[in-house]
């Protein structure tokens, strides 16, 4: 099993930054790594970005591409979302996940383990 806790959610206003952390503990020796997805109000969870606990490739969807950024830290089994020049559709439930085995996915349902989410509203 693995528990993942987000933190770092909040208010901005369009252009902002806000930083996102996902701290992983449990059996997260047979996971590829950590995922960030959100799922904004009637809307169905999306796929964000991606990133391996080993290598240095990240994966992002093309919406965020340029503006987020993700990293880890293997000593603190965390992984960041760094979110610049935040527009008011990235409003949405940010969620972390992760998944056993090695390949990594952009499909929600591929994904074993989740937080509990945590909530960015960006004002306009």
């Known amino acids: 099993q693995v528990q993942l806790v987000e933190s770092g959610g909040g208010l901005v206003q369009a252009g902002g930054s806000l930083r996102l952390s996902c701290a992983a503990s449990?059996?997260?020796?047979?996971?590829?790594?950590l995922g960030w997805f959100r799922q904004a109000p009637g809307k169905e969870r999306e796929f964000v970005s991606r990133i391996r606990w080993s290598g240095t490739n990240t994966y992002y969807a093309d919406s965020v591409k340029g503006r987020f950024t993700i990293s880890r830290d293997n000593a603190k089994n965390t992984v960041y979302l760094q979110m610049n020049s935040l527009k008011s559709e990235d409003t949405a439930i940010y969620y972390c996940?992760?998944?056993?085995?090695?390949?990594?996915?952009?499909?929600?349902?591929?994904?074993?383990?989740w937080g509990q989410g945590t909530q960015v509203t960006v004002s306009s």
């Open positions: 449990g059996r997260t020796d047979n996971t590829y790594g």
């Open positions: 996940a992760s998944k056993r085995g090695a390949a990594g996915s952009t499909v929600p349902g591929n994904w074993d383990y």
